[in-house]
């Protein structure tokens, strides 16, 4: 567990580095509390998650298009809480493939936008379930939510968390990328990722930037949840070798294997995996236009600056969590 701050507050290790290191003279807001909400992220609407339990809606897991009109719905008992752009939606597909898993298609926001609606209005989001099935969900900007973990573990202290993370300055030129491709008139990233370019100082209150600081928000999550209960995905792993981690989330889910290599065909033109049945002779079902955008140039000395900014954070994250995701060694192969 993280070092818990000495004056009994919730900032911990991470939040008040963050104050006092980086940028000095300069107080930069560290609780997760201060995090803003990208406006670009994809809202759900009621009317999307209205169709997600519907038969034919895109709430059918377990490798059917369609929701059974029999079983019953109930609050999910695993959630993919984060990271945005950290492939999310590949871990969902994928996991939806399985026989024992339905999950919802749409992401619900519930316990960080719609949370005022209660568990009745969430729980009749859920697509039905038979016995033994397990209920999912994915919402990324859960895992940096000041009280989405509060608010979990008030539903069911026993849910299991899922998080994907991905080397944080990739992550956050992705986040960028997508932003851009919505609002072109937007600045540089360059202009973004700084409060002061001449002096270096990074601008953490940049959700892009902010988002990757995993050891901050983790913080938040180990003051409710056991590390037993998270599972961390590897988003570049997901890529080279998404058997093995999906093997790593069948055994976490307490499932049988049976989304392995057979599921999965590289596409060379998007530079990842897609998703196939087994016994189903159809084309791959690749994820949509919106992945595997291909990235703005950015300028080495940006990229060098944020490697360093990030690199401590990343320490701390891999202490924590007990897994080195090598993203230091992946940076100095190239």
């Not at 009994?8 to 201060?34: F, K, N």
């Not at 059917?64 to 029999?70: A, L, V």
């Not at 992550?171 to 851009?180: E, G, H, K, N």
């Not at 049988?256 to 033109?269: A, D, G, L, M, P």
């Amino acid at each position: 567990a993280p070092p818990r701050a000495s004056n009994g507050s919730r900032e911990g290790a991470a939040g008040t580095w963050l104050r006092t290191q980086l940028a000095p003279g300069e107080a930069i807001a560290a609780q997760s509390g201060a995090f803003e909400r990208d406006p670009q992220e994809s809202s759900t609407t009621d009317e999307e998650l209205s169709r997600t339990g519907s038969p034919g809606g895109r709430g059918g897991g377990g490798g059917s298009s369609t929701t059974p009109d029999y079983g019953e719905k109930r609050l999910p008992q695993a959630l993919i809480i984060g990271v945005k752009k950290g492939g999310t939606r590949a871990l969902l597909e994928a996991i939806r493939a399985h026989p024992d898993v339905r999950a919802v298609g749409t992401e619900p926001h519930f316990f960080d936008r719609n949370y005022e609606k209660g568990l009745e209005w969430y729980r009749n989001v859920m697509p039905k379930t038979l016995e033994g099935q397990i209920t999912m969900e994915k919402t990324p900007s859960y895992f940096v939510t000041n009280e989405a973990p509060r608010r979990i573990h008030s539903m069911a202290k026993d849910t299991k968390l899922i998080v994907v993370v991905r080397n944080p300055v990739t992550r956050a030129i992705s986040d960028y990328t997508q932003t851009l491709s919505k609002k072109p008139e937007i600045p540089t990233f360059e202009v973004l990722a700084f409060k002061n370019r001449t002096l270096g100082l990074i601008d953490a209150s940049w959700s892009a930037i902010r988002i990757g600081i995993y050891a901050l928000h983790l913080e938040n999550w180990l003051q409710y949840f056991p590390l037993s209960q998270i599972l961390f995905v590897s988003g570049e792993r997901l890529i080279t070798d998404p058997a093995g981690e999906m093997a790593k989330v069948q055994d976490f889910l307490g499932l049988k294997r049976i989304v392995t290599e057979k599921h999965f065909y590289f596409n060379k033109t998007k530079g990842f995996p897609c998703l196939k049945k087994p016994e189903d002779s159809s084309a791959p079902r690749c994820l949509g236009k919106s992945k595997g955008r291909t990235h703005p140039k950015i300028d080495p000395d940006v990229i060098h600056r944020l490697r360093k900014f990030y690199k401590p954070f990343n320490v701390m994250f891999y202490q924590m969590t007990g897994q080195d995701f090598q993203w230091e060694q992946e940076e100095s192969d190239k």
